[in-house]
């Protein structure tokens, strides 16, 4: 099983999102072209509210930061 981990970092080099990497297994079963293709889709419906999550955490703690609040 494949396994992919995706790290967010900003201008400076900094981990956003408070993690070192978030980890996804792909299962990619025999490898064939619909297998892989499945396997992407489900990694895209797992990863991407993920990480929109902690980009928008990141600019709410920016904004917060900013106004003093």
């Known amino acids: 099983m494949a396994m992919i981990e995706i790290t967010i970092r900003d ?5 956003i999102g408070g993690q070192a990497g978030r980890k996804y297994k792909l299962d ?7 297998e892989i293709e499945r396997a992407v889709g489900i990694l895209k419906n797992v990863a991407l509210p993920d990480l929109k999550a902690d980009l928008l955490e990141d600019a709410q703690d920016a904004f917060i930061k900013k106004t003093g609040n």
């Open 11 to 15: 201008d400076h080099g900094n981990v």
């Open 28 to 34: 990619l079963g025999n490898k064939s072209f619909n």
